[in-house]
């Protein structure tokens, strides 16, 4: 019997190069990940960066997909999406062209060193939460 596909929520965001067209390639190559349906995306928001060097203003978004694949492997997913758009990880919290973040899992937790979810930072972005309650139907 297959496993059944999970609701998931994913932070996008850019700060270099053309955002837009950054975020809109994002989207384009999370529809190709095999297991993966794109379903929503929220409007896009632009953000003042949080943390790290001084850097330009960020696009912000939050997509919704369902998967049977595991948390870790969405990651695995998303982390080469993110490194064929040209996101290098130097600096802390520094510019990037794409940034893909699980935010939520359906009702999973996960508490691994390179995966936490829910993301620990989500309820202190705006974007996140005004994208979630859009994408949920929610005022």
Known sequence: MPEEKKTVFIGMGSNLGDRKANIEKAL???NLIKGVKLLRVSSIYETEPQGGPP???FLNGVF???TARSPFKLLDELQKIEKH???KR???NGPRTIDLDILTFADRKVNAKNLKIPHPRMHKREFVLRGIRE???LK
């Open 135 to 137: 994408l949920r139907g």
């Open 28 to 30: 384009a190559l999370v």
């Open 85 to 87: 758009l040209g996101r």
């Open 55 to 57: 850097q330009g203003n």
């Open 64 to 66: 919704e997909v369902k």
């Open 90 to 92: 130097r600096v802390k």
